[in-house]
Each structure stands twice: as structure tokens, then as C-alpha cells.
């Protein structure tokens, strides 16, 4: 396995999201549940990225992850 995440999609994922909830994002880009983490990092040198959403409603994580706003999209999947 490389150190280089796989691109899971060269756009982000909406995700209507709540309020005092813990999400674990993909940073690895294996995971069969994007933008979220099931596992499939173990063995490798990732790990997911907690967040916790401070209000309801939507966010774009990031699915190409190659953002520098973990774990938000930043628009970097532009230059991919």
C-alpha cells in the first residue's frame, strides 16, 4: 500500500449533518462508506479524522482527499 490516498471521487460529498455528532472521515479513500470511515485503513499508515458538527445541516467533505481542510472539500480536486 502507498503512503498516497486513493481518490474516491473527484467531487465532494454532501452530508446533512447533526449537531453534537462525532463523523470519522476517510483519509485513505478505501472506504466503501465515503466520506466515512469503515476500516479499510487498517494495515496502512492513515487514520480517520474526527470532527464533531457544532450545528445541523450540510457540509461537503472532501472525497478526492487530497484538501488541505481536512475534512472538507477545498476545492483541490480542481487541480487532480
Known amino acids: 500500500m502507498s503512503d498516497k490516498a486513493v481518490i474516491a471521487q473527484k467531487s465532494p460529498i454532501p452530508v446533512e449533518v447533526e449537531a453534537g ?3 470519522w472521515w476517510c483519509s485513505c479513500g478505501q472506504s466503501k462508506r465515503q466520506p466515512f470511515c469503515d476500516g479499510s485503513h487498517k494495515g496502512t499508515s492513515f487514520t480517520p ?3 464533531t458538527a457544532e450545528t445541523t445541516g450540510r457540509k461537503f467533505f472532501c472525497a478526492c482527499k487530497a ?3 481536512q475534512p472538507f ?3 483541490a480536486h480542481k487541480a487532480l
Open 67 to 69: 484538501t488541505n481542510g
Open 21 to 23: 455528532k462525532d463523523y
Open 49 to 51: 479524522v474526527q470532527w
Open 73 to 75: 472539500c477545498d476545492g
